[in-house]
């Protein structure tokens, strides 16, 4: 449910949920940060290629 949360608006008890459990669990709080590690990497990246004028790499199928 946590990378639900990047993909979608998430409501209320399920945010709460997604806390309480949290505080519970950490092995969800890890996972969790190194999440937004990621998508902090992943946004600088794009920014700064875009940036310079270049296009970002695309290594998949079209």
Known sequence: MISDGMDRHLTLRERLRIRLHLLMCTGC?????QLDILRM???TFA???TRKGG????RGTP
């Open 47 to 49: 920014e700064r290629a």
């Open 29 to 33: 709080l890890q996972f969790s940060r």
């Open 55 to 58: 296009q970002l790499p695309y």
């Open 41 to 43: 990497a992943a946004r």
